[in-house]
Each structure stands twice: as structure tokens, then as C-alpha cells.
């Protein structure tokens, strides 16, 4: 079974240009998560769907940040304008369900973003 | 609020031996479900095992076991029979509900690791 992909791996912009990220969850799966991790910190959520709708945006910086996951498969997580703030790994997840009970969340590689 | 505490930033261990990475977590919340990860330098976050707050039995996957301490508010990795390949920081992370959605919270993380 194929896991979580993104991409790109790596990605180097200068500050205020635009940058997007994609992930593909792993077939199946209703949920999709993607989360923001600052070096020497654990992941933070951004953003949650299930199928193609949001469930939990609560912590995503809407006035650069955007994400959408059309037809309920592949997402594309977007930062415009970019700020030096924002260089951290990018991490998608997916899992079967919405996240209760034993209902795992299987990661990606990760994008690592540098703003410069 | 939901609080993940980790409070080893880094642990060294010897091949063949055990060790114990340390989880506290903070919760009002009566379900939750705790969570350990391995992130390898190559960035991917990779579930090793999971305890409810309702189980009865501590989660045992392979050479992980999970130490849960309700009363406590700990849930320990037990690592048995260490190998290099262990070498990677290690992730506690706290599923709680909220707002229609299940997210997880992640601790600081701590690195170990592993000398021939």
C-alpha cells in the first residue's frame, strides 16, 4: 500500500513570493491533516478535512495561509505572501476516518520550506 | 488546554539495552488517546503505538511498550533491545476531541541515541 506523498521535498523562496504544496493521502482515507513544524518543535496543526470539507482550520493563518482538497483526494496547502516565520517542514497526514478512537494518522516525508 | 510534556531533550543508550523515553500529558478531557512517533533525519513521522485512556492493559507493539500511568498523567516509551536504526527523535502526541474534530497535540520531542 502506497503511503502519504508530497510534494516538493524541499523548496527555497525569498520572502513575500508564493509558494504551494501538494499531498496525495493514502488511498481511502476520509481525512486528511496538514501540519507546520518549526525546527526543534513537534508538528501544529494547520488544517483538517474530511472528504472536502473543513473540519478544524482554527489554527491556520488565514490572511497568507490557504488549503483545499478538491474532490475529497489530493490537497494543495498555499502560502502568499511567505514570511521568514513560515521556514519549517510541512507535514500531510492522512488517516481512514476522522481521528477518533484507534484511528491512526500515517505521515508523510514532509516539505522543508527556507524563506530567505 | 491540551499539554504534551517531554522533558528529555536528548538520551544516548547503549546497543542491545532498554530505554525509557518519558511522556506527561495534561487533559480535562475523560477519552483521549496518546500516541508515540519516530521521526528519522529523513523527516517522516512513523506511528509506532497507541494507548486509549480506557484501556485496561499497557499497548505493547513488537520492541515498543507503552508505560501508562493514568493517575500519573504519564504514558512512557519503553524501547527494548535497542538498534542503530533506532537513532532518531521520538515524539508523545495526545488525541483529544474538540469543535466536531480530533486532533493531536505533539510534545518537543527527544532524540535518542543509539551507540555501538
Known amino acids: 500500500e502506497a503511503g502519504v506523498a508530497q510534494s516538493p521535498r524541499y523548496k527555497i523562496i525569498e520572502k513575500r513570493q508564493s509558494v504551494a504544496f501538494w499531498c496525495n493521502p493514502i488511498s481511502g482515507h476520509a481525512t486528511l491533516y496538514w501540519y507546520q513544524q518549526i525546527l526543534g518543535q513537534g508538528p501544529k496543526l494547520l488544517i483538517q478535512?474530511?472528504?472536502?470539507?473543513?473540519?478544524?482550520d482554527s489554527q491556520l493563518p488565514k490572511d497568507r495561509f490557504s488549503a483545499e482538497r478538491l474532490k475529497g483526494v489530493d490537497s494543495t496547502l498555499k502560502i502568499q505572501p511567505a514570511k521568514l516565520e513560515d521556514s519549517a517542514v510541512y507535514l500531510c497526514?492522512?488517516?481512514?476516518?476522522?481521528?477518533?478512537?484507534?484511528?491512526?494518522?500515517?505521515f508523510g516525508p514532509g516539505t522543508r520550506l527556507t524563506v530567505l | 488546554a491540551q499539554k504534551i510534556t517531554q522533558t528529555q531533550p536528548g538520551m544516548f543508550v547503549q546497543e542491545k539495552e532498554a530505554v525509557t523515553l518519558d511522556c506527561t500529558y495534561d487533559t480535562s478531557d475523560p477519552s483521549y488517546g496518546l500516541f508515540w512517533y519516530k521521526q528519522p533525519s529523513s523527516g517522516e513521522m512513523i506511528f509506532l503505538i497507541y494507548?486509549?485512556?480506557?484501556?485496561?492493559q499497557n499497548a505493547t507493539e513488537g520492541r515498543y511498550s507503552l508505560n501508562f500511568q493514568k493517575a500519573r498523567k504519564s504514558a512512557n516509551l519503553v524501547i527494548s533491545a535497542s538498534q542503530l536504526g533506532d537513532s532518531a527523535m521520538y515524539f508523545c502526541a495526545m488525541r483529544t476531541s474538540g469543535a466536531g474534530s480530533y486532533q493531536l497535540t505533539f510534545g518537543k520531542g527527544t532524540k535518542l541515541s543509539v551507540i555501538p
Open positions: 478535512f474530511q472528504n472536502n470539507g473543513v473540519v478544524d
Open positions: 497526514a492522512s488517516s481512514l476516518e476522522g481521528g477518533a478512537g484507534t484511528d491512526t494518522q500515517y
Open positions: 494507548q486509549g485512556s480506557y484501556d485496561q
